[in-house]
C-alpha cells in the first residue's frame, strides 16, 4: 500500500513546494520588491527589460520590506 501512496505524496508535496516558490517568493515578495524601488529611487530603478540581477534586488528589497513590516508590527503591538 505504501509504493501506491508513495508517487501521489511525492506530487503533492512537490505541488505545494512549487506554489510557495512561485506564488509568495516570485509573485509576491518580487511585485513589493519592485514596487518599493520604484518608489525610492522616484521611478528610475529597475528599469525594463529587468535582468536577473535586477530580480534579484527586487526580490532582496521584497524581503527586506516585509521583514522590516513585521518587526514593526511587533514592536507596535508590545512585543517584549
Known sequence: MEEALAPIGRF???LVRYLVV??????????VGFSV??????GTYPRSP?????????LFAGVATFTIA????AVFNGFS
Open 12 to 14: 503533492i508535496m512537490s
Open 22 to 31: 512561485e506564488l509568495i517568493v516570485d509573485r509576491l515578495l518580487y511585485g
Open 37 to 42: 524601488l520604484k518608489l525610492v529611487s522616484l
Open 50 to 58: 529587468v535582468s536577473q540581477q535586477m530580480k534579484n534586488h527586487c
Open 70 to 73: 513585521i518587526v514593526l508590527i
